[in-house]
């Protein structure tokens, strides 16, 4: 992972390190430590007052004992989206599978995808091996509001393996009434925070003080209160001048402090008598940088004697504290006590110094790839050219990540002048909100990129030919999107990586949509090609989805199956990309796997979709997922929840104003409510909405011609649903015809079968076998095993009949095995108030193993499944036991007989 790529700084989770730092905290850590089985531990006290450093001795304690501890270091400017994926980020260097993640969706997305995190966190805590501890240090400086929501859910449905520490000044906004009636809550303050002369011995023996007589120990003790950041200043005085009694005549004026509003006179008397003038100018200029090197150190202070100062206060423990983590280059940061003092004489400098500090700090950042920070510091420094020069220059990868928030977060704080001034700014925020389908900032952004003096180049017109063409696709108006493009489609103009890209992603859509599948494929390899020729072999989900796709909606729902299932095992080892594409390329593979009966798989690649989202997929995504879900909920008899997810295809295609996709929910809930006479009238009234559809999309070309497909396949369900034989014949033979000119051959398919079932229904047994035999060579060709299972008690019957015709091949006999279990859906066991049933071999063995307490990740590995797969199992288990959770589900599992 390359730091351009991310906006994530990785030593914000690493905690402080402690090496040869002995702070006596023996009776708190064993407090904290008896009480690690509550929910919650909050750390509250002033700066200095012992906070992190007793998190951090915690930390290290419960590491060696096997807890796995994560830790992120909260900063004022975090905004919501960057909260959440600091989460996932924390969790995931301390060795959590969060599985698919959501950190990339939240820094392209923004916390609209928040919704998914509670459950995810929630989810892979309980399936981690060992307990876990999460530390969420100096909660205080957070100015966003919703995290602290996500926190109470969070607090409200954690697993018991799970500890939140939370080190703060001041308690935060949090209802934590009814933890503290449950005793889930332990509070260490102010009071509990203070040495004790035997703890402040200790400390002060650990940083190569001079031992104390009693008399002066306890003199320190009552001047400093026990407050850990005083006796460190003390101790530097005393290391330095020697003289007890004059130190602590000198500190005798001071009180410690009670509060943060104290600590400045305290502080300042403090340091100046441990620092020499030159040392602490040297620490004034980089308290500029919030972490920061020995060679950064000495590039702000143009004196190598700054980066050996730094290394020698953090090899003595003042007040520099080294940063844990895998990063070859050594980091540090200053203690907040001491920061904020140095932070003061920072704001004092004249400004063109502290310009300077940061141009310093800018530059070298961005030698160091480190571009996030290289952008704070040209904002502090007051250079807005050289702001849009960075966020020009790290575009490119940022887009092809799909992190795309990030990108106007940045740009955000340009001034409109600086982004009109650079054409590639103005490139990066179009694209951006594209991406995230900002629809009433584009056209501005648009205009400005038109108005441009540089737009008249070929480049830059053919790139806002490419973005205009991607916004009719997120539109779902392929035909638009075609119109734009297809004159370059033929001859390719020369242009950089990124754009050819999007030429094979968004043309090879526009084709799909136009039924031009073979040239879609072409189109997308050609372009995968030349890119693997400049850049390497690498994944390219945007380019490897659409021959999967194309062959997902031709009807090849083998070769779909095969495409899809590379494309996704390639981002394995791409985390960034697998997080923003993973989600739209499991959609697609969850209706493959369906099609072709493989119920499990489909059911693991939606939840792919469900963690991960369809950021990247748009409409085709949401189609794809959504309908399979509502025919999985189908299988199980479960027809509330699968009119549940109709609705939702229905509210989303609203919001965003995809009538295809409400075209396809109407059409599936016709098909779902024409299979019982008491819904029937519904079925009528899905069907009437549907013509109106259709009425107003009357003629369209692309992805909205699919609206009147949808209509007529309905139109023949609902006949089919009336017993209405020759209406069905009548419609369903022409209209077969018509998608196979289309190049849809399962549709065609299926139209087919339904012109067959309605010549069986009215005896016309031969003609029936004639259609029937023909689709089948279709059927076998494509994967087509829910054919007959999904086309109603009719097409049951068709295949029952065909079954009986001689030399039929072995794949054709099992397109035709169709003989479902009586009064349940073929393929799934009934839900929660069917017949009971009893538990399979697998089953049982999978309730066993729950009732030894085992997590779901140990189950599926001993079982040597998928985690999807286990939770497919658990979901049948739960509705054949009619049980709530694995608690409820091994209780009534004990109460069966052992499975024969």
Known sequence: MTPVATSLIRTKT?????AG?????ERLLDSLHGRRDRALTLILGPAGSGKTTLAALWRRRLVAGGTTVAWYNVGADDDEGQWAAYWFAALEESGIDTGPALAQALQSEGFETADRFVAQVANAVFAHVRPVVMVLEDLHVLKARRPFVLLQQLLQVLPAN???????RAVPPLDLAGLRLKDQVTEVNFDALRLSLEEQAVFLDSLGVARLSPGQARRLHALTEGWIAGTHLAALALKREGVADTVLGRLDGLSAPAADDSLTSYVEEAIGAALEPAQLGFLVRIVACRRFTA???AALCDEAGAGALIETLAERHYFVTPIEGDDPLPWYRFHRIFAAFLRRRLLALPAADLADINRRASLWFERHGLIPEALRHARYAGDPSRMAALIGAAARPLLYAGQFQPLLRWTAGLPDAAKAERIDVLL???WSEVGLRRRGELPATLAAIAAHPAAVRPAVDFELRLMRALDAVTRDDTAAAMTLIGPVLGERPETDGFNLLMLGAVGGMALVAAGQYERARDLAGDCQGVLRRRHGARPRPWLDGIGGHSFLVQGDFIQARDALSRALHALEGEAQLAEYSAGHLAAYLAEAH?????????????DIHAET????????AALHALRTTARLHGLRNDRERALATLDTMEHLAQDEGWDRLAAWSLAERVRLLGRRAATVTAMREAL??????????AGSAGTLAEIGLAAAIAEVDAAAADLDWPRVIELAVPLAGDLRGRGRRFLAARQTVMAAAGHLALGREAEAARLGRGVLLTAEHGGMYRLFLDGGAAALALARHLRDLPDLRPEACRLLEVSPVPGTAAGLPATAGSSPAVLSPREGEIVQLLDRALSLKTVARVLNVSPGTLKWHLKNIYAKLDAVSREDAVAKARALKPPT
Do not use: K, N
Request: hydrophobic content about 45%; overall charge positive; some cysteine.
């Open 688 to 697: 009437r909405r549907l013509r109106r559809l259709a009425l107003r999309h």
């Open 613 to 620: 989202g369809d950021a990247a997929g748009g409409p085709d």
């Open 594 to 606: 369906y099609q072709l009966d493989d119920l499990d798989a489909a059911e693991t690649c939606l």
């Open 162 to 168: 799970f500890h939140l520490v939370l080190t703060a």
């Open 428 to 430: 990066s925020i179009g």
């Open 21 to 25: 730092v002995a702070v006596g905290r």
């Open 295 to 297: 060679g950064l150190a």
């Open 14 to 18: 690493a905690p402080p390190r402690l």
